[in-house]
Structures are given as structure tokens and as C-alpha cells.
């Protein structure tokens, strides 16, 4: 049975840092997308990041456009985690953030790609 359990969201005034991890169980394959969304009050869920690694050993990251340069997604094979960095916070960051795994499809950012979910992490970011 496949398990996502995010952590590490919180409360952070502007411009601060906050690092969310997601432990996977049941699920390893690290050449498929797996990936980082968020959801606001009253809006889609939307991507963040995604991360996958090739053939040859690279990881291949992308990235929303509102979260480049500010925010780094990464996994860690051996303890089987997906992290995402998260600097420069603004308000508009505040969402549930979701990570996700089982990726199929032809875009990395589309929710319906995805197989497996987990329940999700608060992130709040006042001014």
C-alpha cells in the first residue's frame, strides 16, 4: 500500500524559510515525476515542483513559475523522502501543500497525472 506523509509546515512572517518533507512508503520509483502541490482557499490545486531522475542518474527539477529561484524540491533515495526548500515566503505562498507520486500522463504540473496523494501540510505566511 502506498503511504505519503508530509511534514514540516507551519507559520512564517514574509521573507522567512519553511521546509516540508513527504515520506513515501510502498512506492519507489524514482524515474517517474513525483511532486510538490499546493491548494488556497477557493482556488485549484496547483503545481509547485516536480523531480524525477533520468536513466543515467540525474534528476531532472521544474518549477512554477512563481516559486523559481525561491523554492528547491530534492528526494533522498535512501531514506526515501521528498523535500521541498522553501525561501523568501511571501502571503501568496499560503496553501495546503500536497505531495504526490505515481506520475503518468505528459505534464508534470497537472494534478490528474498522479496517482498517490498525501493529506497534505499547512504552510501560513503572514505579512
Known amino acids: 500500500q502506498v503511504q505519503l506523509v508530509e511534514s514540516g509546515g507551519g507559520s512564517v512572517q514574509a521573507g522567512g524559510s519553511l521546509r516540508v518533507s513527504c515520506a513515501v512508503s510502498?512506492?519507489?520509483?524514482?524515474?517517474?515525476?513525483m511532486g510538490w502541490f499546493r491548494q488556497a482557499p477557493g482556488k485549484e490545486r496547483e503545481g509547485v515542483a516536480a523531480i524525477y531522475t533520468t536513466s543515467r542518474g540525474a534528476d531532472v527539477e521544474h518549477y512554477a513559475d512563481p516559486v523559481k529561484g525561491r523554492f528547491t524540491i530534492s528526494h533522498d533515495n535512501a531514506k526515501n523522502t521528498l523535500n521541498l526548500q522553501m525561501n523568501s515566503l511571501t502571503p501568496e505562498d499560503t496553501a495546503m501543500y500536497y505531495c504526490a507520486a505515481g506520475w503518468y500522463g505528459d505534464s508534470w504540473s497537472n494534478p490528474t497525472n498522479y496517482r498517490y496523494w498525501g493529506q497534505g501540510t499547512q504552510v501560513t505566511v503572514s505579512s
Open positions: 510502498g512506492y519507489t520509483n524514482d524515474r517517474d515525476y
